[in-house]
């Protein structure tokens, strides 16, 4: 479904159930960030990872330790499947338009309703990125540009100060934009 003109979003997925298939390094990735978000992760898979293992020790996901039968995705919100096993992926896709549950298909895009994108973080903002599933890797290398251009604390911190002293001296809105980006194009610089 990658040809079309995406529709970016950002998902509360707190306490909502996500089933993902497969529990091998990509998925792990997403599980990870699945749970860092506060999903309720139902993995399915014969075979998982050893941190996967790890983390349902610790209950911070639910795993079930075979392969993937339709009646998985009773009461999930979204599904990932990252098996890259033959069908697997046509099945979850098939399944899941049924129930109107979004997919996202790490192996096989044409079976999936949902694309992941890469992230930066600079709290509160998040910087998401996508090739619309066309070229991941070069997603990751401008993901990692943005890194660049937005170092760690300093952006936000210095907008806040800026934005303290405009308040202070009651700075017309119409001007606060353009000294924003003065300074730091000064900053950049430097
Ligand atoms: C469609 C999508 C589905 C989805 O995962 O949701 C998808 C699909 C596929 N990725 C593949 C390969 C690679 N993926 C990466 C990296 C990332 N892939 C991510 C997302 C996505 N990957 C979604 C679209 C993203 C977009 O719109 O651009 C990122 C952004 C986010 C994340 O993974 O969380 C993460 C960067 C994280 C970071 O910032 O570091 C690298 C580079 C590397 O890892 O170094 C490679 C090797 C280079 C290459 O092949 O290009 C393959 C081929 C597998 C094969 O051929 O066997 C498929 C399947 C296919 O396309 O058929
Ligand atoms: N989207 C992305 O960012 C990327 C995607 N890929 C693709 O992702 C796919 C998965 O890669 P890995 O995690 O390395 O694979 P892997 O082989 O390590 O893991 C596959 C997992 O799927 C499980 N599995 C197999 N058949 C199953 C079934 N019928 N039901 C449920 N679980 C089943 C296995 O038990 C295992 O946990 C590959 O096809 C790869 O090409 C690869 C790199 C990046």
């Given amino acids: 479904m990658a040809e079309r003109n995406l529709y ?8 909502r159930e996500v089933l993902v298939v497969g529990a091998g390094s990509v998925a792990e990735k997403k ?12 993995l399915v898979a014969p075979r998982a990872t ?14 079930h330790a ?8 009773e009461g999930a919100w979204l599904a990932v499947s990252a098996t890259g096993a033959r069908g ?8 899941a338009e049924r129930r109107r549950i979004f997919v ?20 509160p ?5 996508s090739s619309s599933g066309q070229a991941p890797a070069l997603t990751r290398l401008v993901r990692e540009l943005v890194e660049q251009v937005l170092p760690e604390d300093h952006w936000v911190r210095a907008a806040r100060e800026l934005r303290t002293r405009w308040r ?20 950049a610089t430097k």
């Avoid at 392969?67 to 995705?73: N, S």
């Avoid at 697997?88 to 399944?95: D, G, I, L, S």
């Avoid at 903002?125 to 990125?129: D, R, S």
Wanted: proline share 3%.
């Fill in 8 to 15: 970016p979003l950002f998902l509360h997925v707190q306490d």
């Fill in 31 to 42: 599980v990870e960030d699945l749970v860092s978000a506060g999903a309720r992760v139902r």
């Fill in 50 to 63: 050893k941190r996967l293992r790890a983390l349902a020790k610790e209950g911070a996901l639910t795993h």
């Fill in 66 to 73: 075979r392969a993937f039968t339709e009646a998985d995705l």
């Fill in 88 to 95: 697997v992926a046509k099945r979850v896709f098939q399944e």
């Fill in 104 to 123: 996202l298909a790490v192996d096989d895009p044409k079976h999936g309703s949902a694309i992941s994108s890469s992230v930066v973080r600079r709290d």
């Fill in 125 to 129: 903002f998040v910087v998401a990125i």
């Fill in 168 to 187: 202070a001296e009651g700075a017309p809105m119409g001007s606060r934009f353009a000294e924003l980006v003065r300074s730091f194009k000064a900053r």
